[in-house]
């Protein structure tokens, strides 16, 4: 074993962060080895022979505190590594806390919860050991499988009667690991699918996703559009992706609950799918996806912001950021707040991406009832929801198209 230490924080140089402690442990570990190598000395005046004390050094003689600040600066790679070279590291780099901020860091702006019931329902059907098969792996599966037998068989003299998976099939670090693996197809949603394809430009589908460690990029397999068979399509980079904003299915309308509060220039995505060709909660039915747009003004509003004072059944209410246009002395309030009075009922979308006189430039919603609106040439408009983040609305102004869509 302090053999099998020295190979390893040898092996383990490159990481800067363990420099000064690997070299000191080195020194103890080297003098350990060579002291057990050469003749123990004796002392021939004296009559009672003294056995010399060897002074053994393990990186598990650390404070714990210590032991956990090293391998929270491992890479998973160096977790990996460490968790093959006893069962006491085993346990602490295979720990949740530690692997929980390699999973956010890589994984975690495009896995959601959809991803991790998939990954539950893996774990609990026992099929999670099919991502960890002996196939040839490179990078981290490569490690993980090199390590492996070596875990099980000292796992098998610690208790031979009781059988330990590695990693554990619960851990965050068996879902880190089955993601890097390729074999977990998890769900997920693309923007602009099908390699950009005029006809899905700024929007975004649900897709199954399996991760290729060659190409550090993704295969995503998009689900049935009504009798057309699945899509497949390979390549798809890591900025295209994102985890589902709501956890509602693509089967599913999204229930609305930003239509009070919106007005010209918000930032919108809105459900739309091309017919009702089956109903709902049927596995073949026409996926809805999640499109871009703003919200517009009425054709009667000059654009102008004007903060006013309306009074309404004897209550004043200020208007911010409302146009209201005069006409024979009645104002009819555009995309106001308040939804009984004048037209502001109407909610008017705009998708800029097309060309002024497309019939997919713009459409009209209800604030009040509104579900899903549209016809068979159209189609059909289902869930809002307002866009809020920098983050996200940065994510479609990067995606525009270069030229105005027909």
């Known amino acids: 074993m302090r053999l099998l230490s020295f190979c390893f ?8 962060i363990t420099k000064s402690i690997r070299n000191t442990l080195l020194a103890a570990t080297f003098s350990s080895f060579t002291s057990i190598m050469s003749p123990k000395k004796k002392n021939s005046s004296s009559k009672v022979e003294s056995v010399e004390t060897v002074s053994e050094t393990s990186v598990l ?29 085993r346990d602490w780099c295979t720990s949740d806390h530690l692997w929980e901020r390699h999973m956010k860091n890589k994984w975690g702006r495009i896995v959601g919860p959809a991803a991790y019931r998939e990954w539950q329902f893996h774990v609990v059907s026992g099929k999670s050991s099919t991502f960890f098969n002996q ?22 003299f610690s208790n031979i009667s009781k059988k330990q998976s590695f990693p554990p ?11 890097e693996s390729g074999k977990f197809w998890f769900p997920a949603q693309v923007y602009n699918r099908e390699n950009g394809h005029i006809g899905f430009m700024l929007s975004c589908y649900d897709a199954e996703l399996s991760y290729d460690q060659r190409t550090d990029t993704f295969q995503a397999r998009y689900p049935p559009h009504g ?10 980079t890591w900025d295209r992706l994102r985890a589902p ?20 220039g918000d930032q919108i995505e809105i459900q739309w799918r091309r017919n009702k060709e089956f109903p709902y909660g049927i596995a073949q039915t026409l996926l809805k996806g999640w499109w871009y747009g703003v919200v517009g003004h009425l054709e009667t509003c000059d654009g102008m912001p004007i903060t006013a004072d309306v009074m309404i059944a004897h209550h004043t209410y200020t208007l911010n950021c409302t146009c209201l246009v005069a006409s024979d002395d009645i104002r009819h309030l555009c995309h106001a707040r308040i939804l009984d009075f004048g037209d502001g009922n109407t909610l008017v979308l705009e998708f800029n991406q ?7 430039r713009r459409t009209t919603v209800s604030r009040k009832d509104h579900r899903e609106e549209g016809n068979e040439a159209d189609g059909f408009y289902g869930g809002i929801r ?14 525009w198209p270069a030229e105005a869509l027909e």
């Open 227 to 236: 009798r057309r068979a699945s899509a497949i399509e390979t390549g798809v």
């Open 169 to 179: 099939v619960d851990s965050i670090m068996s879902w880190y690991l089955a993601l």
């Open 61 to 89: 003689d650390l404070p714990d505190l210590v032991l956990e600040c090293i391998l929270e600066k491992l890479p998973p790679e160096g977790l990996c590594r460490m968790a093959g070279v006893c069962t006491s590291l």
């Open 135 to 156: 196939d040839k792996q490179k990078g981290l599966m490569g490690y993980l499988i090199q390590l492996w037998p070596f875990a099980l068989i000292r796992s098998s």
């Open 9 to 16: 924080w040898k092996g383990l140089s490159f990481f800067s």
């Open 386 to 399: 307002k866009l809020c983040g920098k983050e996200e609305i940065s994510m479609w102004k990067k995606l």
């Open 245 to 264: 904003p709501v956890d509602t299915s693509p089967h599913d309308l999204h229930i609305s609950d930003c239509l009070n509060e919106l007005k010209p």
């Open 354 to 360: 097309y060309t002024r006189g497309s019939r997919w």
